[in-house]
């Protein structure tokens, strides 16, 4: 158990819908970063946040949006599925800003499928 | 912008045999860290480095800075079959980019 939770571990919906992915970061961890992660691909970074404050932006679709609380739990966002969107999303966490200076620890997933 | 090469993309290996697999980037980096990804799992951190020419081992596995902090290597001995999986390997440039650049991974198969 790595200390970063992820929930749902799988969710399946249709194109059109909306999700949203929860993550828990590693108690003491500041900063939440979320991958998106296709099938047989690499991890491509797509937002972080730390202590509650948007701190860098990668490739995140406008339809994506996250957000993280006063409790540092953070959740993304994915509103009008397409196909393409099926994907692990993996939310990972760090104690500092900078993310080279600090190494990140990852959940376990959410396997989205869209129909 | 910052792109970060990782090779092989496969690896067919008997049990036994070692394992090398590298990263090269297009620019200086300061931190290079090796991560592997079993199916079904997120990345789990294996080796940081954190110094040009640093060589630092995880049991079987051993990992090197490379002096032009362009390139770092992992190095796995003796594999056995829990070895399979996917290696990333990451870095963080020298510049203000915060970011952590990831390769597209190294996926290690074990030949029955």
């Known amino acids: 158990d790595s200390g970063v939770t992820q929930t749902p571990k799988h969710l399946i919906t249709a194109t059109g819908q909306r999700v949203t992915l929860r993550c828990s970061p590693r108690s003491g961890d500041l900063s939440v970063y979320w991958y998106q992660q296709s099938l047989d691909q690499g991890l491509q970074f797509l937002i972080q946040?730390?202590?509650?404050?948007?701190?860098a932006k990668g490739n995140i679709l406008e339809r994506f949006s996250a957000q993280q609380f006063p409790d540092l739990h953070s959740e993304l966002n994915l509103s009008s599925l397409e196909l393409g969107d099926s994907a692990l999303y993996f939310c990972a966490s760090s104690s500092r800003v900078v993310s080279g200076a600090n190494v990140l620890t990852f959940g376990a997933g959410s396997r989205l499928t869209v129909l | 912008g910052q792109q970060l090469n990782q090779s092989p993309q496969s690896m067919f290996i008997q049990e036994g045999e070692d394992v090398s697999m590298n990263c090269t980037s297009s620019?200086?980096?300061?931190?290079w860290l090796w991560y592997k990804q079993e199916p079904g799992e997120g990345p789990v951190l294996l080796i940081a480095?954190?110094?040009a020419g640093e060589l630092t081992s995880n049991g079987r596995l051993t990992a090197q800075f490379g002096i032009t902090r362009k390139d770092s290597f992992l190095n796995i001995s003796a594999s056995i079959p829990s070895d399979v999986g996917i290696y990333f390997c990451a870095g963080r440039a020298g510049d203000s980019n915060y970011q952590l650049i990831w390769g597209a991974g190294t996926k290690l198969i074990i030949k029955p």
């Open positions: 480095l954190y110094k």
């Open positions: 620019s200086i980096f300061n931190t």
């Open positions: 946040y730390y202590n509650g404050e948007e701190r």
